[in-house]
T-cell receptor, first 116, second 109 residues
Framework: GAVVSQHPSRVICKSGTSVKIECRSLDFQATTMFWYRQFPKKSLMLMAT?????????EQGVEKDKFLINHASLTLSTLTVTSAHPEDSSFYIC????????????FGQGTRLTVV | QKEVEQDPGPLSVPEGAIVSLNCTYS??????FMWYRQYSRKGPELLMY????GNKEDGRFTAQVDKSSKYISLFIRDSQPSDSATYLCAMSAGGKLIFGQGTELSVKP
């Protein structure tokens, strides 16, 4: 299957700082990427849909000013957690769908964020 | 009512058993159905992808979709300890995926 690379896999940051997470599609172009958040023993919660060249679409209840998403190219989307707080600690996962109109989503390895 | 319901388990079976994992859904617009496997602290890995009602087989895995009952299943034959993971069903009408809660499976040697 298609490969999605997410970096970093783990990050620890101080409260009040910002953290950037990268999501790259390695062997395909993705006009759409998705960002999820997952709490322990819980399912994936969709945060936002990232569209190349346009603004991201955020799900209800997700603060767009806190979770900045940039999809600058067909192979890269970034999620920046701004002014992180301990409650932002979570597992963040991106996914990408190859091509346009595709339906099979492939996931990155996830990023474990710990805010201290 | 959640759009996708999945029993979180945990489910524990002996090695070699047949495992049955299930999800129900309420949105009749869902057309695409997927099963993902997620190991602890890793991203989900796509296992099976189906579009229509019926069965799809891939090695020891069989995915079954019954659109009339809004019910999907994943069967694992000859289960192995390496199959121990959380299994998530997911579905979409094209576009974003809606996930079940995930079923935690443990296969004991």
């Amino acid at each position: 299957g298609a490969v999605v690379s997410q970096h970093p896999s783990r990050v620890i940051c101080k409260s009040g700082t910002s953290v950037k997470i990268e999501c790259r599609s390695l062997d395909f172009q993705a006009t759409t990427m998705f960002w999820y958040r997952q709490f322990p023993k819980k399912s994936l919660m969709l945060m936002a849909t990232s569209n190349e060249g346009s603004k991201a679409t955020y799900e209800q209840g997700v603060e767009k000013d806190k979770f900045l998403i940039n999809h600058a190219s067909l192979t890269l989307s970034t999620l920046t957690v701004t002014s992180a707080h301990p409650e932002d600690s979570s597992f963040y996962i991106c996914s990408a769908i190859p091509g346009q109109g595709g339906t099979e989503a492939f996931f990155g390895q996830g990023t474990r964020l710990t805010v201290v | 009512q959640k759009e996708v319901e999945q029993d979180p388990g945990p489910l524990s079976v002996p090695e070699g058993a047949i495992v049955s994992l299930n999800c129900t859904y309420s949105n009749s617009a869902f057309q695409y159905f997927m099963w993902y496997r997620q190991y602890s602290r890793k991203g989900p890995e796509l296992l099976m992808y189906t579009y229509s009602s019926g069965n799809k087989e891939d090695g020891r895995f069989t995915a079954q979709v019954d659109k009339s009952s809004k019910y999907i299943s994943l069967f694992i034959r000859d289960s192995q300890p390496s199959d121990s993971a959380t299994y998530l069903c997911a579905m979409s009408a094209g576009g974003k995926l809606i996930f079940g809660q995930g079923t935690e499976l443990s296969v004991k040697p």
